[in-house]
Antibody
Framework: QVQLQESGPGLVRPSGTLSLTCAVS?????????WAWVRQPPGKGLEWIGE???????NYNPSLKSRVIISLDKSNNQFSLNLSSVTAADTAVYFCARLTGPIPQSSDWFDPWGRGTLVTVSS | DIVMTQSPATLSVSPGERATLSCRASQSVSINLAWYQQKPGQAPRLLIY???TRATGIPARFSGSGSGTEFTLTISSLRSEDFAVYYC??????????FGQGTKLEIK
């Protein structure tokens, strides 16, 4: 079955760029699913960041859109998140997930999820 | 944006009893609602989609109901492994995709 694994620096300086990668195994990122990022600040709820399809089409949370880029690396079966101009408010556990649904190309619910990686923004 | 409100914030129930968790949407989301379970230090796990369809491998003691703006997740006979935080998520009207703030189910 599909498994996802996040990787990247655990500490980012304020005003810097947060960069994470999600490696997908057990399936192809060129399938008819979307691939997403969700974050969870410590002790808080879940916030959708954005998603990408294998043709490069993206959807972003309007609250983050000016700072977010999600991209694909088909040769390595992975996708990435870049979040620029970070502040302490961006400190969170970042999850990658497959976004899927009842028909091909639908993007409804998140399943499965990666284990998540904590990113702290601090000087 | 559609705001998802879950209640209660914390629910204390004894093992073997029934738990009923609520999720309310600020406008109709039809049946385009999913439920997730999250245990400490773990990723969320999909439980229910389409408001009432159990995901693969989810035990029958988990059931979802509702449509429009009012939804319920019921766990019929609580087991120790069910104590966790539960989130609802709407996928009817986005962006943004939105989650509820979560209900913590704790042992009474």
């Amino acid at each position: 079955q599909v498994q996802l694994q996040e990787s990247g620096p655990g500490l980012v300086r304020p005003s810097g760029t947060l960069s994470l990668t999600c490696a997908v195994s057990g399936g192809s990122i060129t399938s008819s699913d979307w691939w997403a990022w969700v974050r969870q600040p410590p002790g808080k709820g879940l916030e959708w960041i954005g998603e990408i399809y294998h043709n490069g089409r993206t959807n972003y949370n309007p609250s983050l859109k000016s700072r977010v880029i999600i991209s694909l690396d088909k040769s390595n079966n992975q996708f990435s998140l870049n979040l620029s101009s970070v502040t302490a408010a961006d400190t969170a556990v970042y999850f990658c997930a497959r976004l899927t649904g009842p028909i091909p190309q639908s993007s409804d619910w998140f399943d499965p999820w990666g284990r998540g990686t904590l990113v702290t923004v601090s000087s | 944006d559609i705001v998802m409100t879950q209640s209660p914030a914390t629910l204390s129930v004894s093992p073997g009893e029934r738990a009923t968790l609520s999720c309310r949407a600020s406008q109709s989301v039809s049946i385009n609602l999913a439920w997730y379970q999250q245990k400490p230090g773990q990723a969320p796990r999909l439980l229910i989609y389409g408001a009432s369809t159990r995901a693969t491998g989810i035990p029958a003691r988990f059931s979802g109901s509702g449509s429009g703006t009012e939804f319920t997740l019921t766990i019929s006979s609580l087991r120790s492994e069910d104590f966790a935080v539960y989130y609802c998520q709407q996928y009817n009207n986005w962006p943004p995709r939105t989650f509820g703030q979560g209900t913590k189910l704790e042992i009474k």
